[in-house]
């Protein structure tokens, strides 16, 4: 696989589940937010963290080259064994188009080498 690491650090944010919905800011680079029964989850920049919620900040995110076709098979295989093989832990975002994986800011360096030793391109973002 082809991945792009992002320039801007992230948060992983958590509100309860009858929380408004969030709004991103007008620009934002990167934004995902997913509701559940449970949550409502949300990646966002660091500075963009919603107010009331459980913040984990510096996230690093690996963008897949898409778009991925919906037949493709062990992509997110494919990439979090190599990462699990050297202990970085991983939150997964994906997209119509394509996949991101997390890592914490501290691991982005294991990580990238060890997505590329398995024979994975990373091009820094």
Do not use: I, K, Q
């Not at 991103?24 to 934004?31: D, I, K, L, N, V």
């Not at 990646?43 to 963008?63: S, T």
């Amino acid at each position: 696989m082809d991945l792009r690491v992002l320039p801007e650090r992230l948060s992983v944010c958590r509100l309860p589940a009858g929380a408004p919905w969030p709004v991103p800011a007008a620009g934002s680079s990167f934004w995902s937010a997913t509701r559940t029964e449970n949550e409502v989850s949300v990646v966002c920049p660091e500075d963009e963290a919603p107010e009331g919620a459980h913040v984990e900040p510096d996230w690093r995110a690996l963008e897949v080259a898409g778009p991925l076709e919906f037949s493709m098979v062990g992509v997110m295989a494919g990439l979090t064994a190599p990462l699990a093989d050297v202990d970085v832990s991983v939150f997964v975002v994906s997209t119509y188009d394509t996949d991101y994986v997390l890592v914490h800011a501290a691991a982005l360096e294991r990580a990238v080498e060890a997505l590329r030793a398995a024979g994975h391109t990373v091009h820094a973002g």
